[in-house]
């Protein structure tokens, strides 16, 4: 069993629509959880950072954790074109070997015009 | 502020050479992490380092890979003699304490033919 499982998609949305994505995790050790996202050819650009359970918004951008399900989610609402990417949830703590970062494999998202 | 840089964006050798790739983290961040992410697979951790010393080498490959932060300041991570399997994306990330934000650099695209 991989430590952190995504769902590749690809996810294809009409602009307008609210997306969620989410990961599951079997590491009870994580603490910091994350999504990035990566445009085509570009390194990861970090877009949500939260530490243990509860929601955290920014924008448009929703994240929530549940760490009793080992379960965290992504939501963007009013999807615009501009969010056509590819989102890695990514998860850390200390128990889990120091701060690196474990990802999953991502998820495409495309949002159609 | 400038972000992480990584240097080249692209690289093409044939096994058996060597090449190093060069990351400059954000000023000040002490912690400078190496990541890579090989065809079809979810990103992978390399190794941690505080300032010069290494904190965390546990996902290094093997010892054809060595990576160097003199002077803690920017990075090398030399891959030699190179191996089929090394191709892949090389990411460097930095951030500024532990269990903080991690911010990446573009990547360099390693290939080896």
């Known amino acids: 069993q991989k430590e952190v499982e995504q769902d590749p998609g690809p996810l294809s949305v009409p602009e307008g629509a609210i997306v969620s994505l989410n990961c599951t995790y079997s590491?009870?050790?994580?603490?910091?959880f994350m999504w990035y996202r990566q445009y085509s050819r570009k390194g990861p650009e970090l877009l949500m950072y939260?530490?243990?359970?509860g929601n955290k918004e920014d924008g448009r951008f929703t994240a929530q954790v549940d760490k009793s399900s080992k379960y965290i989610s992504l939501f963007i609402r009013d999807s615009q074109p501009s969010d056509s990417a590819t989102y890695l949830c990514a998860m850390s703590g200390r128990g889990a070997g120091s701060y690196q970062l474990t990802f999953g494999k991502g998820t495409k998202l495309s949002v159609i015009p | 502020e400038a972000g992480v840089t990584q240097f080249p964006s692209h690289s093409v050798i044939e096994k058996g050479q060597t090449v190093t790739l060069r990351c400059d983290p954000i000023s000040g961040h002490d912690n400078l992490y190496w990541y890579r992410r090989v065809m079809g697979k979810e990103i992978k951790f390399l190794l941690h380092?505080?300032?010069?010393?290494?904190?965390?080498e546990s996902g290094m490959p093997n010892n054809r890979f060595l990576a160097e932060r003199t002077g803690g300041t920017y990075s090398t991570l030399k891959v030699q003699p190179a191996e089929l399997e090394d191709s892949g994306v090389y990411f460097c990330?930095?951030?500024?304490?532990?269990?903080?934000?991690?911010?990446f650099g573009p990547g360099t695209r390693l290939t080896v033919l």
């Open positions: 590491n009870s050790a994580f603490q910091y």
């Open positions: 990330a930095s951030s500024q304490d532990y269990g903080t934000s991690q911010f």
């Open positions: 380092f505080v300032k010069e010393s290494k904190q965390d």
């Open positions: 939260t530490y243990s359970s």
